[in-house]
């Protein structure tokens, strides 16, 4: 069990690590390992301030299956679990890592975590088809790496001549084309700046004003043939114009057409020095791999709650923005890191420790689409349904996810309408069906396995992990004997059943 002074010498290793690694060429990418190692020092020099033990390192099986629900949305297969556990490679973790972040898997997941991020309103059913338009479009420029500060702008800014259709037209709908819809949903999303607040009304300890939310408003006004924009403040005489929440004022071209705003605001919010921009998708990101936002919570960057680790934030985003905002270099640097790869369980005989010293994993709640894509996988199906009309199998898809759906992963509890949606279900029902389920049925008709060779299969196929001796002998037992109805492939359906109904299925930890 590792003590103070191990704990000790393992910080002083990775700050020397961390320390000693060289710079990238100018013609280089930057090194994600590098950013890695100094993640990992600056978290050990705070278990070190804490006197806290981190949690031991996880084996195999359970980084595949981590790593794959984080990286494209779903558990491994049976052969990509069994296969990585073979594996004798002795960088094989970041080497998994770097190859799921090179998928057009990766690329639809973090396509929908972004959009979540960006326009959370599109879960509900009146946006459903926009938040597809959202998602594909998004998908297709995160598979050309385009860079985070690009996208933002392409959300934000129409171009000067708009267009009926664009990328912009999806942020704009979600808003409803309302000008303090608009300034609100920017700022929580690309600054991580709640104002909504200040709408109304200045809050006594709240740093933002009614008057600055009202001029970042009105970079969204229609401009006038008279002269500059401005906003008419709701039951006031008064008008808004735009100014930057840094208390400075653009300066306009002789000429301002319906773009001119948005495109001041745009190039303001994705400015290098800009102090929120990088930090908050820095603080975003963590957050969905570690459960807790170096800054809680998310869209709370006024500088009057300070960070867990304000010196670890500040790298983060100096390392983001000289990347050259590269969302995939941030997110492999954060799940190549010696933490990500630790237990969800406390050290024997220790309590839990803060979450915010980020000394153990958290157990997350999957979200409905990673619960959809693993069931499936987990039967031995495709994620996407091939037996259907593409349109009806989203459609399939998004019912499911929807009756699943969670705000955030670390804080997710299953109701009891959700538990019985999966019990009772007819997706589960149809996965766990002995005569249809692909993974059932080559469990329960292979020559080759008995009763223990079956269970292990499945455990493989769902868990991605060999069952433990006392599993084992207990589902064997179950098993032979056929169970309740004395079938034995009915029992090994059981077996089935009672593994994607678990926690340890419907978690990730």
Request: aromatic fraction near 8%; charge should be neutral; charged fraction near 25%.
């Amino acid at each position: 069990m590792p003590t103070t002074s191990d704990v000790r010498r393992i910080a002083l290793v990775l700050i020397l690590i961390a320390c000693s690694v060289p710079a990238a060429g100018a013609d280089s990418r930057p090194d994600p390992g590098a950013l890695a190692a100094k993640i990992d020092a600056r978290l050990a020099a705070g278990w070190e301030r804490a006197k806290v033990a981190p949690a031991p390192v996880i084996d195999d099986a359970t980084f595949a299956r981590r790593a794959y629900l984080d990286l494209v949305g779903r558990i491994p297969t049976a052969a990509e679990a069994r296969g990585f556990v073979a594996d004798r490679a002795p960088n094989k973790r970041a080497e998994l890592v770097r190859q799921l972040v090179g998928t057009g898997a990766h690329t639809r997941h973090a396509a929908a975590f972004w959009r979540r991020t960006w326009v959370p309103q599109s879960e509900t059913g009146e946006y459903s088809r926009l938040a597809e338009e959202i998602e594909d479009w998004l998908a297709e420029r995160l598979r050309s790496n385009t860079p985070y500060d690009k996208l933002a702008i392409e959300l934000l800014a129409p171009p000067e001549r708009a267009e009926r259709t664009g990328p912009w037209r999806f942020f704009y709908s979600a808003s409803e084309y309302l000008p303090e819809n608009l300034a609100a949903s920017t700022t929580r999303a690309f600054l991580g700046v709640n104002l909504d607040c200040a709408q109304c009304h200045d809050h006594p300890f709240a740093r933002w004003t009614r008057d600055q939310f009202w001029q970042t408003a009105a970079f969204f006004a229609k401009p006038t043939e008279e002269g500059p924009l401005e906003l008419a403040v709701p039951n006031t005489k008064r008008t808004a114009t735009p100014v930057f929440l840094s208390d400075e004022e653009p300066k306009w071209p002789e000429r301002v057409a319906p773009s001119t705003g948005p495109r001041a605001l745009a190039a303001w919010v994705t400015a290098r020095d800009n102090p929120y921009f990088a930090k908050n998708a820095a603080n975003r990101l963590w957050a969905e791999f570690f459960g807790t936002g170096l800054i809680e919570p998310l869209d709370d960057l006024s500088g009057q709650n300070p960070a867990s680790h304000p010196e670890l934030l500040d790298e983060l985003a100096r390392a983001f923005a000289d990347s050259g905002f590269d969302l995939k270099y941030l997110t492999t640097a954060l799940a190549t890191t010696h933490a990500y790869q630790l237990a969800s369980t406390a050290p024997r005989g220790k309590a839990p420790s803060d979450p915010r010293l980020f000394a153990r994993a958290p157990v997350r709640g999957l979200t409905g689409v990673q619960l959809y894509d693993s069931l499936r996988v987990a039967a031995g199906y495709p994620p996407e349904r091939s037996d259907l009309d593409p349109a009806e199998a989203a459609r399939e898809r998004r019912r499911f996810a929807g009756r699943f759906r969670i705000d955030r992963p670390a804080e997710a509890e299953r109701s009891v309408t959700q538990s019985l949606a999966l019990i009772n279900g007819q997706v589960a029902a149809d996965l766990t069906d002995p005569a249809r389920s692909p993974a059932l049925v080559a469990a329960a008709d292979a020559p080759f396995l008995d009763a223990r060779g079956r269970v292990e299969t499945l455990f493989f196929a769902a868990l991605g992990r060999p069952p433990a001796a006392e599993e084992l002998a207990q589902l064997v037992r179950h098993v032979e004997s056929g169970g309740a109805h004395k079938d034995p492939k009915g029992a090994l359906g059981d077996v089935f059943w009672a593994l994607l109904n678990s926690s340890e299925f419907n978690t990730n930890h």
